[in-house]
């Protein structure tokens, strides 16, 4: 099945840049999707289709997708960007299923 | 506005069974490809399974730890969405969201998401 990597954490200042990666094997054949999940919350979307943001998503959440990597960058950083996000891909090679990275937890300093 | 309202868990036996309910609100649900996600304690996020509109054929798939044991179905007639729990495992032990599934190729992705019902597994 495919598998999908995160790093399990990653720590960036207010008003930096945060970089989250999300590894696969020709990931950038692949629409990547990104969800943040807040504490005690469900996941929202935020990026979809590798780069696109729903509405309500500040511009500030954006997304890229090449060879085996996919990134979310979260410019401008605030203190409520702290929490969890998750990358996925649905892999229609494999019984049609839905598959999650291993997410990553964002602590702002 | 677009709801979705999960019931349905609690506390069950190993080897026991379980019905939750996702009520949908605020969109067309009988053209909707709806979804289920888990998450357990500390954990992140497991799909479960899927079913189609009745208009796409309305079958199911499942993740490979629960098929054969899990069941999704849906009742368009009352907007609602069902995910029957067999011969349950400690390890079922999670928060299960409904979430709708996004078609637009080649990707599917989850929009919105259901709070959650936490089921616990445990004798």
């Known amino acids: 099945s495919y598998v999908l990597t995160q790093p399990p954490s990653v720590s960036v200042a207010p008003g930096q840049t945060a970089r989250i990666t999300c590894g696969g094997n020709?990931?950038?054949?692949?629409?990547v999707h990104w969800y943040q999940q807040k504490p005690g919350q469900a996941p929202v979307l935020v990026v979809y289709?590798?780069?696109d943001r729903p509405s309500g998503i500040p511009e500030r959440f954006s997304g890229s997708n090449s060879g085996n990597t996919a990134t979310l960058t979260i410019s401008r950083v605030e203190a409520g960007d702290e929490a969890d996000y998750y990358c996925q891909v649905w892999d229609s090679s494999s019984d049609h299923s839905y598959v999650f990275g291993t997410g990553t937890k964002v602590t702002v300093l | 506005e677009v709801q979705l309202v999960e019931s349905g868990g609690g506390l069950v036996k190993p080897g026991g069974s379980l019905r939750l309910s996702c009520a949908a609100s605020?969109?067309?649900?009988?053209?909707?490809?709806m979804s289920w996600v888990r998450q357990a304690p500390g954990k992140g996020l497991e799909w479960v399974g899927r079913?189609?509109?009745?208009?796409?054929?309305?079958?199911?798939d499942y993740a490979a730890p629960v098929k054969g044991r899990f069941t999704i179905s849906r009742d368009d007639s009352k907007n609602t969405l069902y995910l029957q729990m067999n011969s349950l495992k400690t390890e079922d032990t999670a928060v299960y969201y409904c979430?709708?599934?996004?078609?637009?190729?080649?990707?599917?992705?989850?929009?919105?998401w259901g709070q959650g019902t936490l089921v616990t597994v445990s004798s």
């Open positions: 079913i189609k509109s009745k208009t796409d054929g309305g079958t199911t």
């Open positions: 020709n990931i950038g054949s692949k629409s």
């Open positions: 289709d590798d780069s």
């Open positions: 605020g969109f067309t649900f009988s053209n909707a490809w």
């Open positions: 979430t709708t599934v996004v078609l637009v190729v080649p990707g599917n992705w989850f929009d919105p």
